[in-house]
């Protein structure tokens, strides 16, 4: 059989993994951490359990479909819900609008609480959904590169409706055209931030993320987001994938412009090998550390990796001595002046002093995620990307920031329930998954030529090699690592 090396052991790395084997190759992966995940792992702490990234799960038939081709019920590797409510949105003039994943029920909310007409945020979203499906097929199931891409009837439907996309309007223009209640731009101006991007900057066609939230919906594995890997990793290892843990691989072997394997540190403890030889190698890794690091003899798409990378993320993981029954499992504290929170992240490289707070409370959902009567919070910010800054001094300002307005908004001196405390910031975040200046979704979507700037899938110098992960076509967050995975592995070709 036909033997491929993954590097990296990401839910894109995984999925590439589940999709390789399942046409028949024999699928080692190298993962240099000791577990699997990435940036889509768990770890606990005095008792209480966290998700370290992501926390919002979209379009859960992605990983749905991984079970399928294997022949597998999904129902027997993984379980999880539709949520009710979508998210608690607080404001500091003392609104708190809840987002039911009703449509209906959500603008009846945003009207009542607002005055902002149902009707106007009930067509929002049709055309939010609209503009989806004329770019999906066309935009992030399909690599760029290929001619074939823009001669079909997805690209001439695409061509025709050009002018209803807004391409050449911001995600803020769109917004401010739409609706007349700053509160309401400013709840989805928010969505910008899904890929890392400044609402003032991104395209309008950013427009089409609230479609996956209200219309398609948000979900919540039952055990924890952690569940969306390990049900993945025991997926892959039914189907014969063998994973290396505790194993950094240092360098794709490259011979007559064709990838012939790779070179790990160490493979179970035992010396290097010089190199490991497979027919087809595949890096999960972030694609500039792919080329800077594993591959040196390689001439480098300069242009495309110096793309300015998305934001990065500070969380404070606070294990809390009580519960609040106003929050939920997504929460969002808003700041009072959006631009200047923006401008001080992609203009001026720091945070705001009264940054945007976002709270993930697992253990709503899944109570033994906290002892009882407890909360764990996920309490996160949007921080620049590393670029070199004095990280420990902006780290002590916001939190004291993020504690008083908290503090402020649920009237309750929060710094005295925090009971233990694990900090995340760009740099550990860069350090624990390879991701290059600890971006959260590889390149930024501030530019309207983004979705052209994304690496390809596949090499047009390496023969049998290829990238998947948050970091190239078609971006990053979990469904669209996925797709990198399904456009990849699309591209192998059959083991006979
Ligand atoms: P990664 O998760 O980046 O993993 C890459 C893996 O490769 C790592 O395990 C690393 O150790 C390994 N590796 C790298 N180099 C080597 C090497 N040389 N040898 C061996 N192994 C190597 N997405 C959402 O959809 N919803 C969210 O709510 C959300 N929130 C997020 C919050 C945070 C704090 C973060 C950090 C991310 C969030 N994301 C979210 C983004 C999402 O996590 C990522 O886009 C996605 O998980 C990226 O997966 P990946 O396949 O690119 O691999």
Not at 21 to 43: C, D, H, M, Q, Y
Not at 104 to 131: D, M, P, R
Request: net charge neutral; aromatic share 12%.
């Amino acid at each position: 059989r036909k033997t491929v090396a993954i590097i990296g052991s990401g839910i894109a790395g995984i999925a590439t993994a589940i999709r390789l084997a399942a046409k028949g190759f024999r699928v080692t992966i190298f993962e240099a951490n000791s577990s699997p995940g990435g940036k889509l792992s768990e770890f606990e702490l005095e008792g209480y359990r966290f998700d370290a990234g992501p926390s919002l799960f979209t379009m859960p038939h992605f990983v749905e479909e991984l079970f399928l081709i294997a022949g597998k019920n999904p129902a027997d590797y993984i379980a999880y819900g539709k949520l009710p409510v979508i998210c608690e949105y607080f404001y500091e003039d003392g609104t708190h609008i809840r987002a039911y994943s009703d449509p209906e029920k959500f603008a009846e909310e945003i009207e009542q609480k607002t005055g902002q007409s149902k009707k106007s945020v009930l067509s929002y979203l049709k055309q939010s959904a609209f503009k989806y499906e004329v770019t999906a097929n066309l935009f992030l199931k399909r690599s760029l590169h290929k001619l074939s891409t823009w001669l079909n009837l997805d690209a001439i439907r695409g061509y025709w409706n050009l002018p209803k996309l807004d391409v050449f309007q911001t995600l803020n223009e769109v917004n401010e055209r739409h609706f007349q209640d700053p509160r309401i731009v400013q709840l989805f101006n928010r969505y910008a931030t899904y890929n890392g991007s400044n609402p003032y900057e991104t395209p309008g066609i950013m427009h089409i993320i609230p479609h996956l939230e209200y219309n398609v919906g948000a979900f919540f594995p039952a055990k924890g987001m952690y569940n969306i890997t390990q049900s993945l990793v025991r997926l892959a290892e039914d189907m014969g994938v063998l994973f290396c843990y505790n194993t950094r691989i240092n360098e794709i072997v490259v011979l007559n412009n064709k990838a012939v394997g790779v070179r790990p540190n160490k493979i179970d403890g035992r010396p290097a090998p010089t190199y490991e030889s497979f027919d087809v190698v595949v890096s999960n890794m972030d694609i500039v550390n792919t080329y800077r690091k594993l591959l040196p003899h390689v001439a480098a798409p300069t242009r495309i990796l110096e793309q300015p990378k998305s934001s990065s993320a500070l969380i404070f993981y606070w294990g809390i001595t009580r519960s609040f029954f106003e929050l939920d499992l997504h929460n969002i504290f808003f700041s009072k002046d959006y631009q200047h929170e923006f401008d001080c992240l992609f203009h001026k490289q720091t945070i705001s002093n009264d940054p945007t707070i976002y709270i993930n409370i697992t253990s709503k959902y899944k109570p033994d995620d906290a002892p009882s009567g407890c909360e764990n919070w996920f309490t996160m910010i949007n921080v620049p990307n590393n670029s070199g800054q004095d990280w420990d001094g902006l780290i002590d300002e916001a939190r004291r920031n993020i504690i008083l307005k908290l503090s402020r908004i649920l009237k309750t001196d929060i710094s005295k329930l925090i009971a233990c405390e694990y900090i995340q910031d760009p740099r550990t975040i860069e350090a624990r998954t390879s991701s290059s200046q600890g971006a959260l979704y590889g390149i930024s979507s501030n530019n309207r030529y983004a979705a052209f700037l994304r690496h390809d899938n596949k090499s047009s110098k390496v023969k049998n090699l290829y990238f998947v992960g948050g970091s190239v076509h078609p971006g990053g967050g979990i469904p669209l690592s996925l797709l990198s995975a399904k456009i990849a592995a699309g591209m192998v070709k059959d083991p006979v």
